[in-house]
């Protein structure tokens, strides 16, 4: 056996999420970006695989660059033709981007170190049809690159982010920790200049990222003072954060190995 590692890209838009559902909506399945790599698996090996990812991704949130793993029970598929071989039978809207071959007790959830979010924001008139998948579109909104920056510089280090969990979610802690947490402008492939949040953490908390953007970008918008999110998290109460942006922005953007491993 095998432990292979992929890295995964896709446009979430048209899945219910990253993970495989057992449940089904008017009679027909849920379509999630771990159970179509499971069935493309499953054609190569004539055999059921599972797949393991390193985290959920909700209903249209996207990936760069998720990281899944899986063991082989072949030998002879020399590791990079796993790429050519899955990319055959998958849909358009997901990708494997690499693959490559780890030692037994690798797990690409319990093995990471980190993962890194970006979220894209347009603020400015036209935005073309195709981009409107991949971006929040801000109305009457003028981004002040420095006050984002200087109202985020408190997401550092361990913290407890229960103001920024969504109703419902089970984590045991809603302690995380957080490396990073900046803005930055960024043009895209047809040259329009987007504002990008981007956040690295060990993990994070149920619909976290969107929170704390939409939070951010309302608190700049309204010229609140830059501590406002520090009290905001202090207050460790979801009713003093501001609303959830919507998935449309989100990119898990990458998994990190190579950091010091944190509780989740």
Request: hydrophobic share 40%; aromatic share 12%.
């Amino acid at each position: 056996m095998r432990n292979i590692l992929l890295t995964v890209s896709y446009d979430g838009t048209d899945f219910c999420g990253w993970q495989r559902q057992d449940r089904a909506e008017n009679g027909k399945p849920m379509r999630t970006v771990q159970a179509e790599i499971e069935l493309a698996l499953e054609k190569i090996h004539k055999t059921k695989i599972n797949l393991y990812g390193s985290g959920r991704t909700d209903s249209g949130v996207h990936a760069y660059g998720q990281a899944a793993n899986f063991f082989s029970p072949i030998d002879s598929i020399p590791v990079q033709n796993y790429v050519r071989a899955l990319n055959a039978f998958l849909p358009e809207d997901i990708r494997i981007v690499s693959a490559e071959e780890k030692d037994d007790d690798f797990n690409a959830r319990f093995s990471a170190t980190s993962r890194v979010y970006r979220y894209f924001i347009n603020y400015s008139e036209g935005l073309s049809a195709s981009q409107t998948r991949y971006v929040w579109d801000v109305k009457n909104y003028v981004p002040d690159l420095e006050r984002l920056n200087a109202i985020s510089a408190c997401l550092r280090g361990e913290l407890d982010c229960a103001s920024f969990a969504a109703s419902g979610d089970q984590s045991v802690s809603t302690c995380r920790y957080l490396d990073n947490a900046h803005f930055f402008f960024q043009k895209d492939l047809f040259g329009k200049e987007l504002l990008v949040f981007e956040i690295e953490a060990n993990a994070f908390l149920w619909r976290m990222v969107r929170t704390l953007t939409g939070t951010i970008i309302n608190l700049d918008k309204n010229k609140e003072p830059v501590n406002s999110l520090k009290k905001i998290l202090d207050a460790r109460d979801r009713t003093f954060a501001g609303v959830t942006a919507p998935s449309t922005g989100l990119f898990l953007w990458e998994i990190k190995f190579d950091g010091i491993r944190r509780h989740i």
